[in-house]
């Protein structure tokens, strides 16, 4: 009885990853984390998507851990959210916390360590990875090996979206018929419900769906 | 100007690394973990220390990350202290937090990298590492991969002690004058003051004393 960990952010992609899991793993649940995002709506995404398909979500709360390490578009509304302009990187959005993706994929692993599992899965991917070097490949499998070594135990991190573009992501959900699934997903940076159509975010969103000729079910404000 | 950030638990190890990387980099400052252990006293003992060498520390809050993770002997009162009997893993003690160094040095390097920070120091000891799989150097230069990768960024692990025993550690602290500091050091794991002298920790710390024929500057109860 293999069972796999998914890494739950309540938005399209890691939804695609549960979907994904849920066809190739006998058990799976999910971990979601509430850094005091500053739209709340992506938790509570996470735990409606988790309820629909029947699994088990557990949240952990890591506290503003993020805005103690420094400033960023995620967690302070004092920061504007723009696609370059990090103050330390100019070509990383000021979205960008720096490492991130390891900090979540780490206490993922020792979760799945106390609770038996060996696969976690998550839904980074760096086709389309606006700059964030800890959605590469590379960065996974190193932390993957950092896992293993620092934990003596064995364990993957599976990420079937890596090398696909967002339609490849739309049709998986397709292929699944599992599409209708996506209408609980959050994308929207503006954190709007029904989302904004016109933050990159959701810019994103609509291009990966009209690219694969399918109907995104999300309901948008302008569209 | 290089600067360094130490990790510091307030133990003897840390208190030995912030000792070497004074000597090494032209700035220095530490930081520290509050992830609701059970002696507190650690945290003033890295405070203190820290103002003795006139560095800054930061306490990190990581809140009850842990036991969200997970039961361990380090911070939930209802698990023995034990050195063998992790519940996954008879070899480990069971204070043993899967990936808990991991997690450290993921936020320390995002810390750093806030910070214009390149060089990491940490007091984990491969020579005697209690069956800790995440303080043996093989781990430590995954993580540093994973860092590197994740953030982009130019970043180093520092472990000076990583081959040595207690006793070369005692004559890091002797031959840089230093010794007196580490009466402000805490190691026991009964959180006493003054130390036990009986635990585990404090049995490894006196040996190491006894071996390089100084004498712990620390206050013991029996001794």
């Known amino acids: 009885m293999k069972k796999a960990l998914i890494l739950h952010s309540g938005g399209q992609d890691s939804t695609t990853c549960l979907v994904w899991a849920l066809s190739k793993f006998a058990e799976v649940e999910t971990i979601s ?3 005091g995002q500053r739209h709340r709506i992506e938790l509570e ?37 723009a696609e370059s302009g990090h103050e330390k990187n100019k070509s990383l959005p000021t979205t960008f916390v720096p490492g991130r993706n390891l900090f979540f994929l780490t206490i993922a692993g020792s979760f799945a360590y106390g609770r038996g599992i060996h696969d976690l899965v998550t839904g980074v991917c760096q086709t389309d990875y606006s700059g964030y070097p800890d959605c590469r490949d590379d960065t996974v499998r190193a932390m993957e090996s ?16 890596m090398f696909l573009t967002k339609a490849d992501t739309v049709r998986i959900m397709r292929d699944h018929g599992k599409l209708d699934l ?34 995104d079910p999300l309901e948008y404000a302008t569209h």
């Open 45 to 81: 995404c996470a735990e409606k998507i988790a309820k629909e398909v029947g699994v088990k979500n557990t949240v952990i709360k890591v506290g503003d851990i993020f805005s103690q390490m420094g400033k960023n578009a995620l967690t302070d509304t004092s920061v504007a959210i």
């Open 182 to 215: 996506l209408k609980y997903s959050h994308t929207c940076y503006e954190g709007a419900r029904p989302a904004c159509g016109k933050c990159p975010a959701c810019v994103l969103r609509l291009r990966g769906f009209a690219e694969s000729g399918e109907k």
């Open 146 to 161: 950092a896992l293993r070594k620092g934990m003596d135990y064995d364990i993957s991190i599976h990420t079937p979206l």
């Open 33 to 35: 984390f509430d850094y």
